[in-house]
C-alpha cells in the first residue's frame, strides 16, 4: 500500500530540490540582470546630468543677455532631449543616420526641411556615444544657419551627404554640412561654444576628424568617423556587420 501511494506522489524528494535549485538560479540571474541594468541606467543618468551642467554652464557665460540665453538653452535641452527619446525607442542600441538627420532638422519646419535641405546618403547606424554628438552638433550647425548662415535668407540651402567606404581597418563615415546661397560668410573672431561642441566633443565622441570652415560661399562641416561593427538579428541568427 505504501509503495503504491509512492508511485503517484507528484514527485520525489530529490527532484523537488532539484526544480527549487533551478528556480532559485534562475532568481539570481534575473536579479544580477537586473542590479547591470540599474548601474547602466545611473551611468548614463549621470552622464546625461553632467552634460546638461555644461550645456547650462557654457550657455550663460557665452550669451550676452538673459533672454538669449535662455532661448539657447532651451533649444540646446530640447535637442539633448529629442536625442534621448531616439534611444529609448530604440532600446539604447544606438540610432541610424538617417534619423538622426531628419530629427535634427525637423525643427525647422516640415515645408522649411524640403525646400531648404539636400539629404543624402546610404544606411548607417551609429552607437549611443555618437548618435548623441553628432545630434547635438547638428542642432548647432541649424542654429547658426538660421540667425547668420543660408537658413536666414530665402534663397540659401543645406546639404547633409555622407557615404562610406571599406579597407582593412573597418567602415570609415565621411558626413559633410554644407551651406550655400546665403549671405556671406566671415570667419568668427573667437570659438564659441558651439564650435567647440562641434569640434571637439564631435571628434571625440566620433573616433575621428571634424573640420569646420567658413568659407564666404557658405558654412562647412567634414566629418570623418570611424564605425565600429554593428550586431544586428536576422531570422533566428546574430550577425555581426561593419
Not at 552634460?51 to 540646446?76: D, F, G, H, I
Not at 527619446?85 to 526641411?113: C, F, P
Not at 543624402?120 to 548618435?131: E, I, N
Not at 564659441?192 to 568659407?215: C, N, P, Q, Y
Request: positive net charge; charged residues 20%; contains cysteine.
Amino acid at each position: 500500500m505504501f509503495a503504491d501511494f509512492m508511485s503517484v506522489s507528484p514527485g520525489s524528494p530529490a527532484k523537488r530540490i532539484a526544480e527549487l535549485e533551478q528556480s532559485n538560479a534562475r532568481l539570481r540571474a534575473k536579479c544580477e540582470q537586473q542590479r547591470l541594468l540599474m548601474a547602466e541606467l545611473g551611468h548614463r543618468v549621470k552622464n546625461s546630468l553632467a552634460l546638461v551642467q555644461a550645456l547650462v554652464n557654457q550657455t550663460l557665460r557665452e550669451e550676452a543677455s538673459v533672454e538669449a540665453a535662455r532661448n539657447a538653452l532651451t533649444a540646446r535641452i530640447a535637442a539633448l532631449g529629442q536625442s534621448h527619446a531616439l534611444l529609448i525607442d530604440e532600446s539604447w542600441a544606438g540610432a541610424n543616420l538617417k534619423q538622426v538627420v531628419d530629427g535634427a532638422i525637423s525643427v525647422h519646419g516640415a515645408r522649411t526641411v524640403a525646400d531648404r535641405f539636400d539629404v543624402s546618403g546610404p544606411s548607417v547606424r551609429l552607437q549611443p556615444r555618437q548618435m548623441l554628438a553628432l545630434s547635438m552638433a547638428l542642432h548647432e550647425l541649424g542654429t547658426n544657419a538660421a540667425k547668420y548662415g543660408a537658413l536666414s535668407v530665402a534663397t540659401g540651402r543645406v546639404e547633409v551627404t555622407w557615404t562610406t567606404t571599406r579597407s582593412a581597418n573597418g567602415r570609415t563615415l565621411r558626413l559633410q554640412w554644407r551651406e550655400a546661397g546665403g549671405p556671406p560668410v566671415l570667419p568668427p573672431t573667437r570659438r564659441g561654444f558651439g564650435s567647440k561642441l562641434i569640434e571637439r566633443a564631435l571628434r571625440d565622441a566620433m573616433d575621428g576628424e571634424v573640420s569646420l570652415t567658413f568659407k564666404p560661399t557658405g558654412v562647412m562641416c567634414t566629418v570623418l568617423a570611424h564605425l565600429a561593427p554593428t550586431v544586428r538579428k536576422s531570422g533566428t541568427r546574430e550577425t555581426a556587420h561593419v
